[in-house]
């Protein structure tokens, strides 16, 4: 009796985990209906850049581009689309069998995991069929360029005067600073004992702004500015005659002797977020590029202002940091996909640039770049809040460099030395050592983000700007502040009431 009772048993288990199995086995139920396909009645191919790529960008690169791709599946180009994430490989897209896609599947919800996921918007029946048409005749390259809607922008708020760009001229004599879309100089001057009394002294002050005479808004006023829109990078050259500044599309290169524009060049797909000169003045490089997008990278010349060369696809997202070599042979850059990367630049314009090596280890955007004078090493900064100092030669990271408590948003080598100024999100800026690591000094007084910073070659001054508009002008040997400046159109007035106090008859 017992015997049946444990071979029963032991049926019993024997036939549930069979059931298990099978239904283990069994795919998942997706539980969301597919979508249905079209007839597109279309009289010619898919055209990937025109028809396949405003619906990744739409629906998928929220999560698969820049400096965000979950599963390792870039979509941000051709090619990568074709190379697959770091799960199917090649599976996501077999050319010309939208059947065995998982892009295709997942897309039109007939495959779990389904892409969007549950909580975005999902594709409607048009796009669907675009994509299995576009994988069904070979998910071809593009073969048309993307003429995108032309962005037109006007002059910024008036409670918009972030200081996003400051450059100090080499002498430490003046300093530059934009201010909304408007560029002002604030210079050193002599104070005569007669004005004062006792010895004549000196004192940082507000001397003139930058205005392009050409520059109209878009509906043909006059815009008494530098220009139309935020004013995002500027750097002054070596011998502190030519001053550059970048904003949405364009650049201006401005004649520091006369104090005006001796020319604008336009045609960059969005903003120009960094300028950087090589040492021996002749050359800028610029950087930016629109979000998700290849980053922009430019050469010029800095006499024509001809460009001398560009890097193609150096970066995958938007390009925040740029600096030369002291030879002025390489240049390093850095951006929003969270790399370093190095190129050789060619030795006559109009030639390419050619890819030496990259530097990975930041977890966020990577938004300044620079070498030490003996080109050795490279110091950068990241919006992970972290400052990192790598060799060149063996490609590594040397160290971390921790204080800051938000995203470092700018570094600026100090003349032809190992120290270094990074600026933060979290209102402060410091100097370091990039030999050694160390924190030399920080300079207080911010009141605001800091976007940033920059320094004389001798590294006596110090100047920052950040959110609430005001340049601040330090002295770099003890970090006292030395001017906290604005233009005279924002300083407060004096002996003005305040609104609860009577006037003064």
């Known amino acids: 009796?017992?015997?049946?009772?444990?071979?029963?048993?032991?049926?019993?288990?024997?036939?549930?985990?069979?059931?298990?199995?099978?239904?283990?086995?069994?795919?998942?139920k997706n539980p969301f209906p597919p979508i249905p396909t079209v007839d597109l009645k279309l009289t010619e191919p898919v055209e990937y850049n025109t028809d396949i790529v405003p619906i990744f960008e739409n629906k998928c690169f929220v999560c698969h581009s820049g400096s965000v791709t979950e599963g390792k599946y870039d979509m941000s180009s051709h090619g990568s689309v074709l190379k697959?994430?770091?799960?199917?490989?090649?599976?996501?897209?077999?050319?010309?069998?939208?059947?065995?896609?998982?892009?295709?599947?997942?897309?039109?919800?007939?495959?779990?995991?389904?892409?969007?996921?549950?909580?975005?918007?999902?594709?409607?029946?048009?796009?669907?069929?675009?994509?299995?048409l576009w994988i069904d005749q070979g998910a071809k390259a593009p073969t048309k360029t993307r003429i995108k809607d032309k962005v037109v922008v006007n002059l910024p708020p008036a409670l918009v005067k972030p200081v996003r760009a400051v450059a100090v001229a080499p002498d430490g004599k003046s300093v530059a600073a934009s201010r909304g879309n408007q560029v002002h100089l604030f210079e050193l001057k002599t104070i005569p004992a007669v004005v004062k009394g006792g010895k004549d002294t000196t004192e940082w002050n507000y001397s003139k702004s930058l205005f392009d005479p050409q520059l109209k808004t878009p509906d043909g006023k006059p815009a008494k500015a530098a220009h139309i829109s935020l004013v995002e990078s500027m750097a002054f050259s070596p011998d502190g005659k030519t001053l550059v500044t970048g904003s949405f599309t364009e650049l201006t290169i401005w004649d520091m002797t006369k104090g005006e524009p001796k020319q604008r060049i336009a045609g960059f797909v969005d903003r120009v977020c960094c300028i950087a000169f090589s040492v021996d003045g002749k050359k800028f490089a610029t950087g930016g590029g629109a979000p998700t997008e290849d980053?922009?990278?430019?050469?010029f010349d800095t006499d024509t202002g001809k460009p001398f060369a560009e890097v193609k696809a150096g970066h995958s997202d938007t390009v925040f940091g740029a600096a030369f070599s002291p030879d002025g042979k390489l240049l390093a850059t850095c951006g929003a996909d969270k790399f370093v990367k190095v190129f050789e630049l060619p030795t006559e314009a109009g030639k390419p640039t050619k890819f030496v090596k990259s530097f990975e280890g930041h977890t966020h955007h990577v938004m300044g770049v620079g070498w030490t004078p003996d080109g050795k090493k490279l110091a950068s900064c990241g919006a992970d809040n972290f400052v990192k100092v790598w060799d060149y030669e063996k490609g590594e990271k040397i160290r971390d460099m921790q204080g800051h408590q938000k995203q470092v948003t700018s570094l600026a080598f100090v003349g032809k030395t190992a120290q270094f100024l990074t600026g933060s999100g979290d209102n402060s800026v410091?100097?370091?050592?990039?030999?050694?690591?160390?924190?030399?000094?920080?300079?207080?007084?911010?009141?605001?983000?800091?976007?940033?910073?920059?320094?004389s070659a001798d590294g006596a001054i110090v100047a920052s700007g950040c959110e609430d508009g005001v340049l601040r002008v330090y002295n770099g040997t003890n970090g006292t502040l030395l001017k906290a400046g604005l233009p005279p159109d924002a300083e407060p007035k004096k002996d003005e009431p305040k609104k609860d106090e009577p006037k003064k008859k």
Do not use: H
């Open 295 to 299: 980053g922009e990278i430019k050469v």
């Open 84 to 132: 697959g994430g770091k799960k199917r490989g090649d599976k996501v897209i077999v050319p010309g069998k939208s059947a065995e896609s998982f892009l295709y599947l997942s897309c039109s919800r007939q495959t779990t995991p389904i892409m969007p996921p549950k909580s975005e918007e999902p594709l409607n029946s048009k796009e669907v069929s675009l994509i299995k």
């Open 430 to 455: 410091r100097m370091w050592n990039a030999d050694n690591g160390g924190n030399v000094r920080s300079f207080q007084g911010a009141a605001d983000f800091v976007y940033a910073v920059s320094a």
């Open 1 to 28: 009796m017992r015997r049946i009772v444990a071979f029963s048993l032991a049926l019993a288990l024997l036939v549930a985990a069979s059931n298990a199995q099978e239904k283990k086995d069994e795919p998942k």
